[in-house]
Nanobody
Framework: QVHLVESGGGLVQPGGSLRLSCEASESIFSMDFMGWYRQAPGKERELVASIRRRGFTYYPESVKGRFTISTDNDKNTVYLQMNSLKPEDTAVYYC????????WGQGTQVTVSS
C-alpha cells in the first residue's frame, strides 16, 4: 500500500502562487499515473493536472498555463506549482497515484481570497 502525504496548502491572495507537495511512501519512478485533483464545496472532484510514466502531462483549460505538475524521483514527491491563483481555485486538493491500485492522499486546503 502506498501512503501519500500532501503539504503546501494555505491562504493566498488572488494572483499569488503556491506549491503543493505530495510525498509517497515508495518510489514513484515506475508509477503509471500521478495526478492532482480538487474538490470545492458542493462540487464534484475534478482533475487539475496529471503526469504519466512517459512524461505525458494533462491540464484542463481552467488551469492550463497557470498550473504545472512535476516530479522528483529522488524524493518520491509529486509537485503542483500554482500561479496566478483565482478565487475559483479555492478547494481541497488531493494527490492520487496509480500503480497496481489507486491511492489518494488526505487532501490539503487551498484558499484564494483577499
Amino acid at each position: 500500500q502506498v501512503h501519500l502525504v500532501e503539504s503546501g496548502g494555505g491562504l493566498v491572495q488572488p494572483g499569488g502562487s503556491l506549491r503543493l507537495s505530495c510525498e509517497a511512501s515508495e518510489s514513484i519512478f515506475s508509477m503509471d499515473f500521478m495526478g492532482w485533483y480538487r474538490q470545492a464545496p458542493g462540487k464534484e472532484r475534478e482533475l487539475v493536472a496529471s503526469i504519466r510514466r512517459r512524461g505525458f502531462t494533462y491540464y484542463p483549460e481552467s488551469v492550463k498555463g497557470r498550473f504545472t505538475i512535476s516530479t522528483d524521483n529522488d524524493k518520491n514527491t509529486v509537485y503542483l506549482q500554482m500561479n496566478s491563483l483565482k478565487p475559483e481555485d479555492t478547494a481541497v486538493y488531493y494527490c492520487k497515484v496509480v500503480t497496481t491500485d489507486a491511492y489518494w492522499g488526505q487532501g490539503t486546503q487551498v484558499t484564494v481570497s483577499s
